[in-house]
């Protein structure tokens, strides 16, 4: 048996709705309950979440002026840039080198006055020391006694016609030239080295020499109180045959001896 609030008894109908209506109360105080305390958990979560955004912002802000202050420290530390500072005084000039010789350190330019004076037209220049000596020119045919030496002589000059043999050789008008060699000498005389040149015109041009007709080399020696002969042959026009020199040198320790003169 079921009463009403005001203590009467309840059908079975009212004791029904009675308990949908408590029911009903009782399911609309429970949602406010949970609705209320999820309001609370939504709000402590969102000041949680903010709260770690604020803590992340400010750890990172401070780690960056860390790395700006560490930077800016090694760009100020001494010798950490090539390039010097506004502040830095500027540098002096470079020392010199002490191997770059100073234009007062120059060894000055020889004066006119300390330079070799030029022989004149009437000074005879002087001979090189490596110069060979040699004998004032004679005649063709005169005699030359070298000094401790032998006596050298033109004996004879022909007119012949060359004819070509070795390489270089032209055939053609030529001359032999035949000279005699005689030891006055208590020594042989070694003859291996002695050479006989001639020289045509004023030009003093060398003649060619060439083998043949009847060409002979001096013998390889001469003895004492004996004679030694060689016949040589040089290419040369008619034309050219005034004003002949030939030169004889027995070798380097004897002097050059020269004979000048017309080839007929």
Do not use: C
């Not at 209506?21 to 406010?32: I, L, M, P, V, Y």
């Amino acid at each position: 048996m079921s009463f009403g609030e005001d203590g009467t008894i309840l059908g079975e109908d009212e004791v029904s709705m009675k308990d949908d209506e408590a029911f009903a109360q009782d399911q609309d105080e429970f949602e406010k309950l949970l609705n209320e305390r999820h309001r609370r958990v939504s709000g402590k979560t969102i000041t949680a979440l903010v709260v770690a955004g604020v803590v992340v912002v400010g750890v990172a802000l401070a780690w960056g002026l860390s790395g700006l202050g560490n930077s800016a420290a090694a760009e100020g530390a001494p010798g950490a840039s090539a390039s010097p500072s506004a502040a830095d005084p500027d540098p002096g000039p470079a020392p010199s080198d002490p191997a770059t010789p100073r234009a007062s350190d120059e060894t000055p330019a020889p004066r006119a006055s300390d330079e070799t004076p030029t022989p004149g037209p009437d000074e005879p220049e002087e001979a090189s020391p490596d110069a060979r000596e040699t004998l004032p020119p004679v005649a063709l045919g005169a005699p030359v006694s070298v000094e401790g030496g032998p006596t050298v002589s033109v004996s004879s000059v022909e007119s012949v016609e060359g004819q070509a043999v070795l390489p270089g050789e032209v055939s053609g008008p030529a001359v032999r030239v035949t000279v005699r060699v005689e030891n006055d000498s208590d020594e042989t005389i070694d003859l291996t080295t002695a050479v006989v040149t001639l020289y045509a015109g004023e030009s003093n041009l060398q003649a060619s020499p060439i083998t043949k007709p009847a060409g002979k080399a001096f013998p390889a020696d001469v003895a004492p109180g004996e004679i030694a002969e060689g016949a040589f042959v040089f290419e040369l026009p008619e034309n050219e045959r005034a004003d002949v020199r030939v030169e004889v040198d027995l070798s380097v320790s004897d002097p050059l001896v020269a004979f000048s003169g017309d080839i007929e």
